[in-house]
């Protein structure tokens, strides 16, 4: 599907659309548990909100691919994710809550440990605690001098992020780091001719990197990866005419949402405070993005019991939502991040579309194994935002 | 989805993968029996399997699209059938077991009866016994004299494979079928500039034929069909970093396995013997493809009843794979052939997918009726390796 289409097809009147995604949540059946973590949490609210809708399962990439956050919640904004990427250093960016603009390149750094030949001993420098990091970022700020504003910012541990900013910067250079220990850093190389003046920075911003942390017993230097120029996607405005509003208490998701235009609510407190922002604001806006993070955090971890709870907190609040009376409420998750795997997985994520236009299934249950026995079957994931906006009244007919 | 992607994905190191094909396996309920070839068995190792894993129904190509044998079996090893396309002369020559090489051009001949007027009287020769035809190409390939090293090898009746060997040779060339008997048979005719010299060396060879046949009182002279170069498919090994084997029984089944870079199993016996060689071979291989064609063969001759027992014979078989304990079992078919039909059939193959890391649904018989009640919902059947690469744990993430 061609969702270009969607700019003449979309309304600008309609009703508002709330998307409450539980990042991480589907999951699998685990030893010593009697289910997924959705079917073992306590949901009365959601159980019964999937009573009244429609459900199914999402596939945020294809069947069997795991995605990384960004592309997973392209995906559910409608944003074909094998289309629409980001580099990684932008993404590192976005992770840290680094407001980029169009003239920025931003590239991942590795603080390491060259020996004295200049070869690389350690691509993470001991992995020095972030403190240590913090200080190195100032250092580097304080004395380098480069042609064009830069910015050097600590995420954790030996990384850290760099960001160009000037006109006319390509993004197009290859890495730095030699992925092997025992060989010295590579040279900054453009790939294409408009980034030949960023290797240039690069290069000299290399150099005089390396004279400033040459008395540095660990990070005596950095490595760059992940080069990747900040080009924001079309909005969620141009292409849906939806006004809005991403609520989320972590940088990076709040980074994803303004990459796609939305208005980003600066900071947010707990789950509880989300709900609330939400209710705030709702006059303003028609589309909400509120996120819950945790889930995805504890499936991490491997702590089903502390993933089945924020679950059931999630289910508590659902009432404030309804309250609210959206056109639409749509629940899902970006990915699957099964506590038995401790980590993102290819599995399809469980969808509720609760809306007085749906067309109401069975499934009685929000959970993985009930929802593909709903009435929107296996979709990808990337087709949620036509339903949403259908449902809230806000397409056109296609063609006569 | 773009497959190249996967190079990108796909690790060297993960669990291992069988799969078992069922040829033809879906069917229909015919009458005088209480359901599907499926349903009507007794298969109580595939329905507890079934229990234990994610089941579906998957469309080759598309919904309503009936395929052969070749796309059926593109699809499930994960080739785009709609993209990756071999032609009928080199089908046929994968048919009969004849090992192509990237030098060869393959057409298919039909033994024909011309008039006297050197038109088409007959354009199957009276469907003349195999034994004439063998008697046929071994006289043609004792006379023939061209300028490139050639085969001429007899399949059924009329039909015989051309193959042409040489530096070069293109197979872009028009059939000299003229379709309509009371015709003269066609000039080849290259379609492309690369096949201008395999059209003047098919010239040379029809001229002689046409010698050679013109004392035959049936089989005066052949008609070519269907010319096309055989280029291998990039390989399963590339494209998933899988290293693979094929065991079945059919010369075409393992040229087609060859056509992807399978290992192939020289010659197999019966069933058993399929089972027991997968055994032997497993600790060398990620991957194993193991055909079974008998469900196909009576699903075509409408032989509901021998098409039951085929699948009660492997359902007693199937224990001997899940002792090999791979990470990965998929059951499923190339297409369905049902009994009542006669014939290749449009409708959706039932699949089982199970594996320790996958979400058992409530799927408790496999059977083309309970499988689409499953968690796999309805898939192209193209997206069946990577949902096998994913449970092997065989695929990275996609994005950060």
Redesign the interface.
Known sequence: MDYNILQDLALEEGGKIVYLILDGLGG??MEGWEG?ELQVARTPNLDRLASQSVCG?LDP???????????AHFAIFGYD??QF?VG?GV??ALGIGFQLTERDVAARINFCTLDQEGKVADRRAGRIPTEENRRLCAKLRGSLNLGTEFFIEPVKEHRAVLVLRGEGLGGDLADTDPQKEGFAPLEPKFLSPESKRTAELVKDFLHQAKEILADEPKANMLILRGFAKYNPFPTMEERYKLHSLAIANYPMYRGLARLVGMDVWPEVGDLKDEFKLLAQNFPQYDFFYLHVKKTDSFGEDGNFAAKVKVIEEVDSLLPQVLELKPEVIVVTADHSTPS??K??????IPVLLFSPNCRVDEVERFD??SC??GGL??LPAVALITLALAHARRLQKYGA
Chains 1, 2 share one sequence.
């Open positions: 699998l059946r997924t399962l990439i294809w069947p069997g691919i795991t995605p990384g956050s960004g592309p994710p094998l990427e990684r993404l590192a038995k795997l980590s993102h997985s290819w599995h399809p993985e194994i593909i026995k079957g296996r």
